[in-house]
């Protein structure tokens, strides 16, 4: 059973567009949501993270939305660019337990 | 800045050989997880440890140990290899002790199994 649930699988934007992921847990007692960038043959990169005492996060381009009411949280990307073509994962963890991944969104900004 | 390091980059292995994999966490990072990814799959947790105690435990195969050493460093020892073991094998660094699981990834290694 998925812990976390993400969508879409894949997403094409159109770049200066707004590119949005979503992801829905089950577990009450996350209290850490990352997203992470993957680009292809490398290491997952943290890009912003939010934890839910908060209901919004940005950073830059990147805004994370949470609703703890609903157990929901969603990566925007502001004036998507070409470079963000990537893979993205959202994840979760409760206290510092390890991180239980989303199954990934395919990134695609097209000129 | 520093990151995590990882050991070998790429390593090809034929069935039932060993392998290690080898992990230097961020400086000052006490805890070391490692995760395997499968091509277009999301990173699977396998094990973890905090000040070398193993913290956590995940679909870690039998014929896999690990452990973390007095400098904090890391090694993953695979045994028995099967062709299902080629993946992307990752280790993540953290200092939870400020709070925020904060997991910072290597660049990886990738594993054939041949």
């Known amino acids: 059973q998925q812990q976390v649930k993400q969508s879409p699988q894949s997403l094409i934007v159109q770049k200066g567009g707004i590119s949005i992921i979503n992801c829905a847990y089950e577990?009450?007692?996350?209290?850490?949501f990352p997203w992470y960038q993957q680009f292809p043959g490398k290491g997952p990169a943290l890009l912003i993270a939010?934890?839910?005492?908060?209901s919004e996060k940005k950073e830059g381009r990147f805004t994370i939305s949470f609703n703890k009411s609903a157990k929901q949280f969603s990566l925007h990307i502001m004036d998507s660019q070409p470079g963000d073509s990537a893979t993205y994962f959202c994840a979760a963890s409760a206290g510092n337990t390890p991180l239980v991944f989303g199954k990934g969104t395919r990134l695609s900004v097209i000129a | 800045a520093a990151g995590v390091i990882q050991s070998p980059r790429h390593l090809i292995k034929e069935k039932r050989e060993t392998a290690t994999l080898k992990c230097y966490p961020i400086?000052?990072?006490?805890?070391v997880y490692w995760y395997q990814q499968g091509p277009g799959q999301d990173p699977q947790f396998l094990i973890s440890?905090?000040?070398?105690?193993?913290?956590d435990k995940g679909s870690i195969p039998d014929r896999f140990s690990a452990q973390q050493f007095s400098d904090y460093h890391s090694e993953l020892n695979m045994s028995s290899l099967e062709l299902g073991d080629s993946a992307l094998y990752f280790c993540a660094s953290s200092f939870p002790t400020s709070g925020y699981n904060e997991q910072f990834f290597g660049p990886g290694t990738r594993l054939t199994v041949l």
């Open positions: 440890f905090y000040e070398k105690m193993q913290s």
């Open positions: 939010i934890r839910p005492d908060v």
């Open positions: 577990n009450t007692a996350f209290d850490y």
């Open positions: 400086p000052r990072h006490d805890t």
